[in-house]
């Protein structure tokens, strides 16, 4: 693919068995596009509104730190070491981040390019290139 050069870190909740919270399991990926842009519509009393929106491909090739994909059901069932997973919900940074005990509103806080994914959509038997497209805000 081209244009692959931004890293990223995905943040993919899972369940604290001790606490019943989330804590958030950061993959850096390297190789990645980050597109941002601003999405214009309709707000409820039918004036204009308009949002920030990012998208973000992760080609099927890029370096995922020696860390392998599941699907989200095994995600989680299995205990997450040497995995991540892709799915709604998850978080994405733009650049490398490092540490544990990040939350959404703590990498909201410190980051201007991060978003909550929204929506995925697998491609990676895309004849040209094969990708995970994530798209948010």
Not at 40 to 51: E, Q, V
Not at 123 to 129: C, E, T, V
């Amino acid at each position: 693919m081209k244009h692959c050069q931004e890293t990223i870190t995905l943040f993919n909740a899972r369940r604290d068995a001790g606490t019943g919270g989330h804590v958030y399991v950061p993959t850096v990926i390297r190789g990645c596009s980050w597109f941002g842009g601003v999405r214009r519509g309709l707000d409820a009393k039918g004036g204009l509104a308009a949002a920030d929106e990012c998208a973000v491909r992760i080609p099927v090739d890029a370096d995922f730190g020696g860390k392998a994909y599941v699907d989200p059901i095994a995600w989680r069932q299995a205990d997450g070491e040497g995995r991540f997973t892709i799915q709604g919900g998850d978080i994405v940074v733009k650049g490398a981040v490092e540490g544990d005990g990040w939350t959404p509103a703590t990498l909201k806080a410190a980051f201007h390019g991060c978003f909550t994914v929204l929506g995925v959509t697998d491609n990676r038997s895309a004849p040209r290139g094969g990708h995970w497209r994530l798209v948010g805000a």
